[in-house]
C-alpha cells in the first residue's frame, strides 16, 4: 500500500484530505507542525503534501528537507490565493504541483494523486510534455538551462485559474510562450492575441470589451470584443503598459470581479478568460514612474515569467540557425567564422532580429551556399561604411531645408501659384511625415546612445513604433 504524507496544521483540512486519500486506497499520515515532521522516517513516503505555512516551519523549507532525503518523492503544495507567489518559488525547489485551498473540485485531487504516482510508477517525466507542446506551438528551447526550467514551469501553472505576466525584452517571444500557457491548459475557448500599444485608445476599449449598436458614430453593428470572444480560452495582452490609464481600471475591473460592460451598454456580462500579460517594460518602474496603476500591477503579478535575451544563451545560437534553414527548406549553411560573430553580437532584438536576418540572408543566397562573414550585416560584423552618429548628423543639417522646399511647394500651390494634383500633394505630405518621425527617432536613439527603450519613453511612443518607422517587421 502506497503511503502518502499530509503536512497540514489546519486539523478539519488535514483530515479531509485524508479520508479522500484512504477512500482511494492509499495510506497516510498526516502531521501539523514542522516538528512532528522531524520525526518521521521519511523513506516510504511515495507522495506528500506540504501546507507553504506553518505554525513553526516555512512550507519551503519542509519541501527541501523531504527532497533531499527521498528525492524521487512528488511533492504538492497547498497554499491560499495570497501565497501563489511562494507555490511557484516551492515548484523552483523540486515541488510537483501546487493546489489552491479551499478545494473545490475533488476530482482535480483524485487526477493529480493518479498522474504524478503513475509518472513514479513508469519513470515518464514531464519534460517530455513541455518539449513536446513547446516544439508545436513553434517554440526553439535549445540547450539552455535557464529556458528549460521557464518552460517546465510554465507547464506546470498552465492548468491553473491564474493570471500570468510575462516580461522579456523584445523580440524574446513572449506571445509564443502565452500560446504555449494556452496549449498545456487543455482551456475549451480560444486563445486570442491583442496588441495594447498598437491601438488608440478608443478603438483598444472598443476591441477588448465590444460595443453595442449606436454607441458611437460609426458603429452600426454590435460587436463582440476579445473579452467575450475568449471566455472560457486564454486572452493575451501584449504591451500592456501602453494601455492608457482609463483603460487599465476597466481591466482592473474585469480582473477582480470578471465582470466588463460593452461600449454603450446598460448590462454587464462576465467572462471566464485566463488573462496573461506581457510587457519588455518594467511594470514595477511604470508604477513608480506613475505610468500604471499599482492595484493593476499587483492582480497581473500573480505569477511572473521572465525570458532570458539571447545575448544570456549564446550558445543555442547555432542550433536556432540549424533548425531555422531546416524548417525553412533552406539548402545552405552557415560558416563557423560566421556563426562566432553572431555569437558575439549582443542581438538587442533578440529571436525575431535573429530570424529576420537569416531571412533576409538566405533570400540573397543561392542554393547550397555557405554564408560567410562577408554576407552578415555590419552591425555584426563590426564594418561599417558611415556610423549612426555620421548619418544622423547628415540628416540634421540637410532636412530643415528639404522642409523649407516642401513647405514653399504647399503655399504656392495653396495661393494658386503652381498647379498641382492634391492626391500628389497628399502622397508627398505622407512621405514627409514618414521622413519626419525616421530623422526625429534616429536624432533620439544618438542621444540615448542607441538604447531604444529610453528613446521611446523620451519620444512617448512604443518600442515597435519605433522599429515601424524604422523599417524593420
Known amino acids: 500500500m502506497r503511503h502518502i504524507l499530509i503536512v497540514e496544521d489546519e486539523m478539519e483540512l488535514g483530515r479531509f484530505l485524508s479520508r479522500l486519500l484512504q477512500l482511494k486506497g492509499f495510506k497516510t499520515t498526516q502531521v501539523t507542525t514542522g516538528h512532528d515532521f522531524d520525526q518521521l522516517q521519511l523513506s516510504s513516503f511515495k507522495l506528500a503534501f506540504i501546507d507553504v505555512r506553518l505554525p513553526d516551519r516555512n512550507g519551503i523549507d519542509i519541501l527541501k528537507a523531504l527532497k533531499a532525503k527521498v528525492p524521487a518523492c512528488p511533492c504538492v503544495i497547498m497554499t491560499g490565493y495570497s501565497t501563489v507567489k511562494i507555490a511557484v518559488d516551492a515548484m523552483k525547489y523540486g515541488a510537483a504541483d501546487f493546489i489552491e485551498k479551499p478545494f473545490e473540485d475533488i476530482d482535480t485531487i483524485d487526477q493529480l494523486v493518479d498522474r504524478l504516482l503513475g509518472e513514479l510508477q513508469s519513470g515518464t517525466i514531464e519534460e517530455a510534455d513541455y518539449e513536446r507542446i513547446a516544439r508545436d506551438v513553434g517554440c526553439f528551447l535549445g540547450t539552455s538551462p535557464s529556458m528549460h526550467q521557464l518552460y517546465e514551469l510554465a507547464f506546470k501553472i498552465a492548468p491553473k485559474q491564474i493570471t500570468v505576466l510575462i516580461q522579456g525584452e523584445t523580440g524574446t517571444g513572449k506571445e509564443v510562450l502565452a500560446k504555449f500557457l494556452h496549449a498545456a491548459s487543455n482551456r475549451s475557448g480560444p486563445s486570442v492575441a491583442l496588441n495594447c500599444g498598437a491601438l488608440p485608445e478608443s478603438l483598444l476599449e472598443s476591441e477588448l470589451f465590444g460595443h453595442v449598436k449606436g454607441a458611437f458614430t460609426g458603429a452600426s453593428t454590435e460587436r463582440v470584443g476579445y473579452f467575450e470572444a475568449s471566455s472560457s480560452g486564454t486572452l493575451f495582452l501584449d504591451e500592456i503598459a501602453e494601455a492608457s490609464l482609463s483603460t487599465q481600471v476597466k481591466l482592473l475591473r474585469v480582473l477582480e470581479t470578471g465582470e466588463f460592460r460593452k461600449i454603450g451598454g446598460t448590462t454587464s456580462q462576465r467572462t471566464s478568460a485566463r488573462i496573461v500579460a506581457a510587457s519588455h517594460v518594467n511594470l514595477a518602474e511604470a508604477v513608480q514612474r506613475g505610468t500604471f496603476r499599482e492595484d493593476l500591477y499587483y ?163 512604443s518600442t515597435r513604433k519605433i522599429r515601424y518607422y524604422l523599417n524593420e517587421t
Open 299 to 461: 492582480r497581473l503579478d500573480v505569477i511572473r515569467l521572465v525570458i532570458p535575451p539571447l545575448r544570456e544563451r549564446r550558445a543555442d545560437i547555432p542550433l536556432f540557425v540549424d533548425s531555422f534553414l531546416r524548417r525553412s527548406g533552406e539548402n545552405m549553411t552557415f560558416s563557423p567564422e560566421s556563426i562566432e560573430l553572431m555569437k558575439q553580437y549582443d542581438w538587442p532584438g533578440n529571436m525575431r532580429e535573429l530570424a529576420n536576418m537569416i531571412r533576409q540572408i538566405t533570400a540573397l543566397s543561392t542554393d547550397g551556399a555557405i554564408i560567410t562573414p562577408n554576407q552578415l550585416p555590419a552591425k555584426i560584423t563590426g564594418v561599417q561604411n558611415q556610423s549612426l552618429s555620421e548619418k544622423t548628423s547628415i540628416e540634421a543639417v540637410h532636412f530643415p531645408d528639404e522642409w523649407m522646399r516642401f513647405s514653399e511647394k504647399v503655399l504656392h500651390v495653396y495661393h494658386g501659384q503652381e498647379d498641382h494634383h492634391l492626391d500628389e500633394l497628399i502622397d508627398s505630405m505622407k512621405k514627409m511625415e514618414k521622413r519626419t518621425a525616421t530623422a526625429v527617432i534616429q536624432k533620439t536613439l544618438q542621444e540615448t546612445a542607441g538604447n531604444r527603450r529610453k528613446a521611446a519613453e523620451k519620444l512617448g511612443i
